[in-house]
């Protein structure tokens, strides 16, 4: 099925350790999102990429990095995994490229557990 | 910072009754209003949207009404189903894009 495809499912690290989360859209859409879903707290924006070659910070993004490796792919990584990064990700597109343009398309999320 | 305050967090609903989930939000330089759908284990799904210059907007059992001058937007479901069992997320578009806190629905058969 087309839409946005997020790897991996699941995920437990360690505190400390690194890792990246990958997602990929096939709908050629312009931008791409990543977001953490908590408990009580919604969804939050972590990084956006309005377009190929660009990144932004959101509202949460102390302890993340990301890459819009071309039109397709945008990652999400985690250079030092803290407990409190424990989350549930979430990978999302749009056809535009406004930064606060709604996301159309999510992916299935990653669930990610730092012990 | 929590630009859009939504509520009830849960809601139980039983069969064919009608399921009303509210949005409030602050500032006014927003100008789409959208809502999510999410089920276990999923990502959210665009259900409705609407634009501040119209007062509601339906689609089949879902209605979404718009009240600007009191900042208010809320989600109606009508003849409310066991597979309407969600949780439903307003949001607004603006400088940046902000979700609600999320409403947990659950239709009792």
């Known amino acids: 099925n087309a839409g946005v495809t997020q790897t991996p499912k699941f995920q437990v690290l360690k505190t400390g350790q690194s890792m990246t989360l990958q997602c990929a859209q096939d709908m050629n859409h312009n931008s791409m999102y990543w977001y953490r879903q908590d408990p009580g707290m919604g969804l939050r924006l972590i990084y956006y990429s309005a377009s190929e070659g660009t990144t932004d910070k959101g509202e949460v993004p102390n302890g993340y990095n990301v890459s819009r490796l071309n039109k397709r792919e945008f990652s999400l990584r985690l250079e030092s995994a803290a407990p409190s990064q424990t989350s549930v990700y979430f990978c999302?597109?749009?056809?535009?490229?406004?930064?606060?343009?709604?996301?159309?398309?999510f992916g299935d999320g990653t669930r990610l557990s730092i012990l | 910072q929590q630009q859009v305050k939504q509520s009830p967090q849960s809601l139980i609903v039983q069969k064919g009754g009608i399921s009303i989930i509210n949005c409030a939000y602050e500032n006014t330089a927003f100008d789409y209003f959208p809502w999510y759908q999410q089920f276990p284990g999923k990502g959210p799904a665009l259900l409705i949207a609407i634009r501040p210059d119209v007062s509601e907007k339906k689609e089949g059992r879902f209605t979404i009404s718009f009240n600007k001058s009191a900042k208010q937007f809320s989600l109606h479901i009508m003849d409310s189903q066991p597979g309407d069992s969600a949780t439903y997320f307003c949001?607004?578009?603006?400088?940046?894009?902000?979700f609600g806190t999320g409403t947990s629905l659950t239709v009792i058969p």
């Open positions: 949001a607004h578009t603006g400088n940046q894009f902000y």
């Open positions: 999302a597109s749009s056809i535009d490229g406004q930064p606060g343009s709604q996301p159309q398309h």
